[in-house]
């Protein structure tokens, strides 16, 4: 790249990083209850000293914090993380088409998560039993299909079948649930932050955290990672080692975000494209774009979603909607060669 | 450095590759040739320990190549592939610093001085100027000559190239040979290059290994072993070595 294109690109990447605070600020204000900028402004000033701002209204305050905050928290963490997560797996396995989802983690991390939700109830964290399914799940998937690297198709029929066993295996938990928990369970598995609480982000958010900043560390490592595993090894790499590091990381995103807010589709797979296309193959800036980005398109589709529509459509759909128009769109228009 | 191969072993299911003893000498470039299937790709490949090798067969100045941890055997030995597949499409500059990964911690990012070499690198095979472009830009001969470059600055004094110059043009072939010569004289590189080009090979190298079967052949000073009934032997054909003004020519 020449000067002038770089420090464009820079230009570009510091407005993609700054995008997600002006976000997160404007979405505390979006919702069915309008608080205007100026009102925002003086109820945070209320919640930091009461005492100095007693016109503002209490219900201001308990939408503002135990509604709002969690729910924009947490669609900034998922789509940051989910995202990441996407460019890390498409270095890792160097094909672009690989997600979650073909490796059989959301699948897994869903039904996991079921299960304790049915059997164990609420007061038992999801994560943990989306977490060890997700692991069982890809682990298959990498087991059977083997050396997926050079057989892509394999890995996708192993995942699709993966998949469907734990379909299959979260009807089962379905059918044992009862009909209050089971409406539950369908809307939360179509994805959606209205469920949103402080208790679920106190376990999640550390969880994703953790997944997110040893992929951040590891991002230079991913270019070495997206060669071959030949060239990886002869470059110095413990192939297998970081291998697993990576998807340990992926999974545990997953699963912790899936345990809260159901399954996300698509926007771990877009948003690295789109970052790719803007900014080149580079997982140094790849990975930090990426979670910028996806925080600021998850927090765009919930924003349109609690201002726009009158009932709330589950997010997973509306990324999904979205999401695979643009991604057609962007298939046909990208060169053979993925940036 | 010298490279000492002791009853190597390795199988593929339909394959075997079996080598009892065999010396590389430092600074010298040897030609590994044979017909297609002969394990000269695999040899290599032990010789880079890209496929797992047992102990005890494999020695760099003595040392087993097959206890050295991931990054001790990437500054000793660099396995430069016949091609790139650009699945991600990196900056030249991007790609050859991936040559650094052996003195980068997986949690860190590449210095100041990484960048250094990996320029240098690039310098070295002359495409300084290619730094900013992207590798789907680049010919076949020119993405030879990054993946060198990436080798370089992996700084390893032993090199193995596979096929390094096939599909390339006359004049590409041949810049890709004087390159390899100058790493030998002037960067004091060990260099392992297969080749199909028979004419090539002994023109540019100074000792030659023949295999076949996925065995050794013969071995030694390219000039002395270099003769018409062992091409015969390992390519089960007439084939006649003719001089023409210094340099040796086969005809078949």
């Given at each position: 790249?020449?000067?002038?294109?770089?420090?464009?690109?820079?230009?570009?990447?510091?407005?993609?990083?700054?995008?997600?605070?002006?976000?997160?600020?404007?979405?505390?204000?979006?919702?069915?209850?309008?608080?205007?900028?100026?009102?925002?402004?003086?109820?945070?000033?209320?919640?930091?000293?009461?005492?100095?701002?007693?016109?503002?209204?209490?219900?201001?305050?308990?939408?503002?914090?135990?509604?709002?905050?969690?729910?924009?928290?947490?669609?900034?963490a998922?789509?940051?993380?989910?995202?990441?997560?996407?460019?890390?797996?498409?270095?890792?396995?160097?094909?672009?088409?690989?997600?979650?989802y073909?490796?059989?983690?959301?699948?897994?991390?869903?039904?996991?998560?079921?299960?304790?939700?049915?059997?164990?109830?609420?007061?038992?964290?999801?994560?943990?039993?989306?977490?060890?399914?997700?692991?069982?799940?890809?682990g298959?998937?990498?087991?059977?299909?083997?050396?997926?690297?050079?057989?892509?198709?394999?890995?996708?029929?192993?995942?699709?079948?993966?998949?469907?066993?734990?379909?299959?295996?979260?009807?089962?938990?379905?059918?044992?649930?009862?009909?209050?928990?089971?409406?539950?369970?369908?809307?939360?598995?179509?994805?959606?932050?209205?469920?949103?609480?402080?208790?679920?982000?106190?376990?999640?958010?550390?969880?994703?955290?953790?997944?997110?900043?040893?992929l951040?560390?590891?991002?230079?490592?991913l270019?070495?990672?997206?060669?071959?595993?030949?060239?990886?090894?002869?470059l110095?790499?413990?192939?297998?080692?970081?291998?697993?590091?990576?998807?340990?990381?992926?999974?545990?995103?997953?699963?912790?975000?899936?345990?809260?807010?159901?399954?996300?589709?698509?926007?771990?797979?877009?948003?690295?494209?789109?970052?790719?296309?803007?900014?080149?193959?580079?997982?140094?800036?790849?990975?930090?774009?990426?979670?910028?980005?996806?925080?600021?398109?998850?927090?765009?589709?919930?924003?349109?979603?609690?201002?726009?529509?009158?009932?709330?459509?589950?997010?997973?759909?509306?990324?999904?909607?979205?999401?695979?128009?643009?991604?057609?769109?962007?298939?046909?228009?990208?060169?053979?060669?993925?940036? | 450095?010298?490279?000492?191969?002791?009853?190597?072993?390795?199988?593929?299911?339909?394959?075997?590759?079996r080598?009892?003893?065999?010396?590389?000498?430092?600074?010298?470039?040897?030609?590994?040739?044979?017909?297609?299937?002969?394990?000269?790709?695999?040899?290599?490949?032990?010789?880079?320990?890209?496929?797992?090798?047992?102990?005890?067969?494999?020695?760099?100045?003595g040392?087993?190549?097959?206890?050295?941890?991931?990054?001790?055997?990437?500054?000793?030995?660099?396995?430069?592939?016949?091609?790139?597949?650009?699945?991600?499409?990196?900056?030249?500059?991007?790609?050859?610093?991936?040559?650094?990964?052996?003195?980068?911690?997986?949690?860190?990012?590449?210095?100041?001085?990484?960048?250094?070499?990996?320029a240098?690198?690039?310098?070295?095979?002359?495409?300084?100027?290619?730094?900013?472009?992207?590798?789907?830009?680049?010919?076949?001969?020119?993405?030879?000559l990054?993946?060198?470059?990436?080798?370089?600055?992996?700084?390893?004094?032993?090199?193995?190239?596979?096929e390094?110059?096939?599909?390339?043009?006359?004049?590409?072939?041949?810049?890709?040979?004087?390159?390899?010569?100058?790493?030998?004289?002037?960067?004091?590189?060990?260099?392992?290059?297969?080749?199909?080009?028979?004419e090539?090979?002994?023109?540019?190298?100074?000792?030659?290994?023949?295999?076949?079967?996925?065995?050794?052949?013969?071995?030694?000073?390219?000039?002395?072993?270099?003769?018409?009934?062992?091409?015969?032997?390992?390519?089960?054909?007439?084939?006649?070595?003719?001089?023409?003004?210094?340099?040796?020519?086969?005809?078949?």
């Amino acid at each position: 790249m020449s000067g002038q294109k770089n420090s464009r690109a820079r230009g570009l990447a510091i407005f993609f990083l700054v995008l997600p605070l002006i976000l997160f600020l404007v979405s505390l204000t979006v919702g069915s209850y309008g608080i205007s900028p100026h009102g925002l402004f003086k109820t945070i000033l209320s919640v930091v000293s009461p005492a100095s701002h007693p016109d503002v209204p209490s219900a201001h305050r308990d939408i503002l914090l135990r509604i709002r905050l969690p729910r924009i928290l947490l669609a900034m963490a998922v789509g940051a993380a989910l995202s990441v997560s996407g460019a890390s797996l498409q270095a890792l396995f160097k094909n672009p088409l690989v997600n979650e989802y073909i490796l059989g983690i959301s699948s897994g991390a869903a039904f996991g998560a079921a299960l304790s939700l049915v059997f164990l109830g609420r007061a038992f964290p999801p994560q943990i039993a989306g977490f060890v399914f997700a692991v069982v799940a890809v682990g298959a998937v990498l087991l059977i299909s083997g050396k997926a690297e050079s057989h892509f198709i394999t890995l996708l029929l192993t995942g699709i079948i993966v998949t469907a066993f734990f379909s299959a295996l979260l009807s089962l938990v379905e059918f044992f649930a009862s009909p209050y928990v089971l409406q539950a369970l369908f809307f939360w598995l179509m994805g959606s932050l209205s469920l949103a609480s402080w208790k679920d982000l106190y376990i999640s958010l550390p969880l994703i955290a953790i997944g997110v900043v040893v992929l951040f560390l590891l991002r230079w490592r991913l270019n070495v990672l997206s060669m071959s595993d030949e060239e990886a090894r002869s470059l110095g790499v413990n192939v297998l080692r970081e291998k697993i590091l990576v998807i340990a990381a992926t999974t545990l995103i997953t699963a912790a975000a899936t345990a809260i807010v159901g399954i996300i589709g698509w926007l771990g797979f877009i948003v690295p494209h789109l970052v790719r296309m803007m900014f080149g193959a580079d997982n140094r800036r790849v990975v930090p774009v990426s979670a910028a980005v996806g925080a600021s398109l998850m927090m765009i589709a919930d924003d349109i979603i609690r201002g726009v529509s009158s009932f709330e459509i589950p997010i997973g759909i509306f990324t999904s909607l979205v999401g695979i128009p643009v991604f057609l769109v962007l298939l046909k228009k990208s060169r053979k060669v993925w940036l | 450095m010298s490279i000492r191969v002791s009853n190597l072993k390795f199988a593929y299911p339909k394959f075997s590759l079996r080598v009892e003893e065999l010396a590389f000498e430092s600074a010298k470039v040897t030609a590994i040739v044979g017909p297609n299937g002969a394990g000269k790709t695999t040899l290599l490949k032990c010789l880079g320990a890209v496929l797992p090798i047992p102990k005890g067969s494999l020695f760099i100045e003595g040392r087993d190549l097959a206890s050295l941890r991931s990054r001790e055997r990437a500054r000793l030995v660099c396995y430069v592939p016949q091609e790139h597949d650009t699945t991600f499409n990196y900056a030249v500059s991007d790609f050859v610093l991936m040559g650094r990964a052996s003195y980068i911690s997986p949690f860190a990012l590449p210095s100041e001085e990484d960048a250094k070499a990996a320029a240098e690198a690039l310098a070295f095979v002359g495409l300084a100027h290619y730094a900013d472009r992207f590798i789907s830009e680049l010919s076949s001969g020119e993405r030879r000559l990054v993946l060198i470059a990436r080798a370089l600055a992996q700084q390893s004094d032993i090199l193995l190239m596979d096929e390094p110059t096939t599909f390339l043009d006359p004049k590409h072939e041949t810049e890709v040979f004087q390159l390899v010569r100058k790493l030998a004289v002037e960067k004091m590189k060990t260099i392992l290059v297969t080749l199909h080009s028979l004419e090539m090979a002994v023109q540019h190298s100074d000792e030659m290994v023949f295999m076949k079967g996925g065995e050794v052949v013969a071995s030694g000073k390219s000039a002395e072993v270099f003769e018409d009934s062992l091409l015969e032997r390992v390519y089960d054909m007439k084939m006649k070595i003719i001089d023409w003004e210094g340099r040796k020519l086969v005809l078949r």
